[in-house]
């Protein structure tokens, strides 16, 4: 029996390889909003190769194909590093600069809404329902959520920081996902 470091599948390298990316995308934006890239990276890429193991010995339960689930957790990534960096950098830029810095996000989050939509679209009918009610929760969670920060922001008359759209969106797109899974078993 071969132990995970002597598995030399295709599959388990890309997973390795994908995690150790994933990691360190992660670890740098985590580096850069803590004023240490290299402790941030270090962090990232550790748990970025504990991740590519863990994703190399669990079966995944929505059965998605390992090089979407590979694209997903890349493109995601990506669109939170983007967001993360013009985040850190909005206070540093001005005029058309800011407007293009904010098209890069943009431009990572449509590669990411790609990448789910094939995911999602490799999955057989039962998978595919879980999936479409899930968003539908998410979406409408989403919009209760908003609800209170945009009265806030109204009555306060300070504006919030709309990158938590992002967070509030993925929190309760999970929470549906949980739901529409325990309900289809």
């Not at 990232?44 to 090089?67: D, H, K, V």
């Not at 810095?101 to 009918?125: K, N, Q, R």
């Amino acid at each position: 029996m071969k132990t995970f470091l002597q598995n030399d599948s295709p599959d388990f390298r890309a997973n390795l390889t994908t995690g150790f990316v994933v990691g360190a995308m992660l670890g740098v934006a985590l580096g850069m909003g803590f004023g240490s890239i290299l402790l941030g990276l270090a962090v990232g890429m550790a748990l970025g190769l504990a991740l590519g193991i863990f994703i190399s010995r669990r079966e995944l339960p929505m059965r998605y194909p390992m090089y979407l689930v590979r694209r997903m957790l890349l493109t995601g990534t990506l669109f939170l590093l983007t967001m993360m960096i013009f985040a850190l950098a909005e206070g540093m830029a001005s005029g058309a600069t800011l407007i293009l810095g904010a098209m890069v996000p943009t431009l990572a989050g449509a590669l990411f809404v790609y990448s789910i939509g094939s995911a999602i679209a490799s999955l057989d009918e039962m998978q595919r329902r879980i999936q479409t009610e899930a968003i539908a929760i998410g979406f409408g969670g989403t919009a209760i959520a908003l609800i209170p920060l945009a009265l806030l922001d109204i009555s306060t008359h300070s504006p919030s920081h709309w990158l938590i759209l992002s967070l509030i969106m993925v929190s309760m797109w999970l929470v549906g996902k949980l739901w529409t899974k325990r309900r289809y078993g």
